[in-house]
């Protein structure tokens, strides 16, 4: 009995009851929540203090990279200047732009070396002739130098190296050539870029030297024991730089801060900079009467030259040219003065700049050949132009040639046709004469009289035009003469001139019989009123051109070719003024253009105009005068259709066109010439 109950009893007492545990539970969770906390609070404190140490590590390890570069520079730098792509401080610092050491960047001039700066046996790098060729005297030459740049990105202190271009051209040294002991003998530093760019200059990637980074900055002093910040703008000049790198992280909730400096002195006194450059001095020759090449001597050390020109005063327009190049050719238009000026540079030096200015001929003399010579008496001479607008004119009056066929001059390039021109032109007693001008330059009398020959109706577009030509078909069995003449087509020049030339082939002859029609090109070639021209021929020739664009043969002469040479205004393009008639000319009439005259801002003057009825005494007065320069610098004689034969009329120095030999029936006056 008692053995049972106590068993019973055991049995009662033994574990905890619901109730308990109710009671318990609670107790524990707040006794492990408190471990827990206890325990996220020493481990917190841990990784706090580990990330404050690694900081603050970081910070020192960044500092003594920097203080490492720092001794060995040369120089402290305010700028790298423009970069080559991917290095520049733009586009993400991939672009070209330059670095400045305004904020949070430090640039050093760092000296080039065959191997490690660290290695005992490392050797500097110099430049080939600068003053010295490569060899035993190498050493008194400009160091070659590269540019080491600790900039930020995305809170990220980076290191970039920056190698200026260099070669070996041992046979013929430019200014970056470098001397070296062998073809394998290069420069230890290499390009670097953002990582992940392959271009070639990227020989490896920028270094990341520390994270976490808020601000880098710099103070500038002019020896180790100064006090007194020289600012960015006085790098070039200091000695000693003092550092400070801030930095912030946050850990386990907590943020926190680092900031250390350091203060250190370069070691280095070399000069990494050239010697400065001396000034070019600038000539110029006129190889062409519509270009200047200006040229001058090589600077010796210059890297580059900085030219900028402008033309009659307007604005600069600026170039670099490498340092291999010496000269420099512009183009321009008659008359106009082009200034010039020429600095040489280096990188680190900029020579004062030379100067020079030319100005082009307004005309260029024709070298007249074999017996030919300038008639003088008042006329022109004989000379040679472009106009702005691109169109070749020629003046003159010549005499005493070979009365065979024979070349009176010739024109330089740039001033030729494509292909061979015809022109009718005036000769002596007052008779019709053909001139050609070749496609190598030629002038070349063909017909006439050798007593006295005009070339002041000869212009035409040359092969140099910019203009894009539209062929004309032909009709009633005419065609293209070829055999090395100009086909006959036309365009629009920039004044809206409508400009036709070339050498066609007579199919159908008879009076009023279509040759071409402008309506297969554009209604904006047509004129407003017919249009008469000399065709250049066998004998007298000339042809019309109608509203309606139709080109047509006129004239009694049936010759085998025309040369269809013509300058007009189409439509309403051009201000006309109106010329008074002397001695009872007049206008011809509705259907033809009256006598009017016109300049375009190239110095063309254009007289339209059909006139009958007047005085036809040799030297009377048709109609004038034109105002001051709207004349020629000399009496130009014209070469003109009247009443369907030859006619000639002169432009005087006075302004009036007088009359040689016309039939007051009609005379046509469309020509056109350019006045000074």
Known sequence: MHFLLTNKRRQKTSGFTLIEM??????????????????????????????????????????N????????????LTTTGTLPSPQGSDNNFTGTAAFTNTSNTLILNALATDSNPRDYDRWLMYYDNQPNPCGSTETANRVFSTKVI?????????????????????????????????????????????PGYTASRCKSEDERVMDNVSSLSVQYFSDSNSTTDLGASGAGSATTINV?????????????????????????????????????????????????????AGILSATNYLVSYNINGGTWTNTTLSSSTTSFTIDADRGDTISIKVAATNGSYTSGYGTDASTLPLWTDISLQGTWANYGSGYNTAQFT??????????????????????????????????????????????SGRIDVDSDGSIIFYAGSTSWVGLDTISFLPSSSQYSWNELPFYNSWSNWLGGYESVHATLDDRGRVN????????????????????????????????????????????????SGDVVKHGAQTSSYMGLQALYYPTTTGTWTSLPFQNSWQNYGTGFPTLQYTKDTDNVVTVRGLVKSGSTTGGVTIAGPLPAGYRPSGQALMAVASNDVFGRVDVTTAGNIIVQLVSNAWVDLDFSYIAD
């Open 65 to 76: 990279r920097i203080e490492e570069d720092t001794r060995i520079s040369a120089k402290f």
């Open 386 to 431: 472009k106009s702005a607008s691109g169109r070749v004119f020629l003046k003159g009056l010549v005499r005493n040639g070979a009365a065979a066929v024979s070349t009176i001059g010739q024109l330089p390039e740039g001033y030729r046709p494509a292909g061979r021109l015809v022109f009718q032109v005036g000769t002596s007693a007052n008779v």
């Open 150 to 194: 600790y900039y930020i990105k995305s809170n990220t202190l980076w290191r970039r190296i920056y190698v200026p271009d260099w070669n070996l051209n041992t046979g013929s040294p430019d200014a970056n050539t470098i001397c070296t002991a062998s073809s394998s003998y290069y420069p230890w530093q290499q390009n670097s870029c953002s």
């Open 22 to 63: 109710l009671i318990i539970a609670p107790i524990v969770i707040i006794a492990l929540s408190g471990f827990i906390a206890l325990m996220i609070s020493v481990v917190g404190k841990v990784l706090l203090t580990r990330d404050q140490s690694a900081l603050s590590y970081d910070t020192q390890n960044a500092l």
């Open 500 to 547: 036709m030339q070339g050498l066609a082939k007579a199919g159908t002859t008879t009076l009023g019989t279509v040759i071409n029609k402008l309506s297969d090109v554009s209604s904006s070639y047509y004129p407003t009123t017919q249009m008469i021209f000399p065709a250049g021929g066998n004998g007298m020739s000339q042809f019309r051109v109608y509203t």
């Open 244 to 296: 400070t790198i801030a930095s912030t992280k946050t850990t386990a909730g907590n943020n926190f801060t680092s900031s250390s400096s350091l203060r250190v002195t370069k070691l280095n006194n070399i000069n990494t900079d050239a010697s400065p450059l001396d000034t070019p001095v600038v000539s110029d020759t006129q190889p062409r009467p519509d270009e200047v090449t200006f040229s001058w």
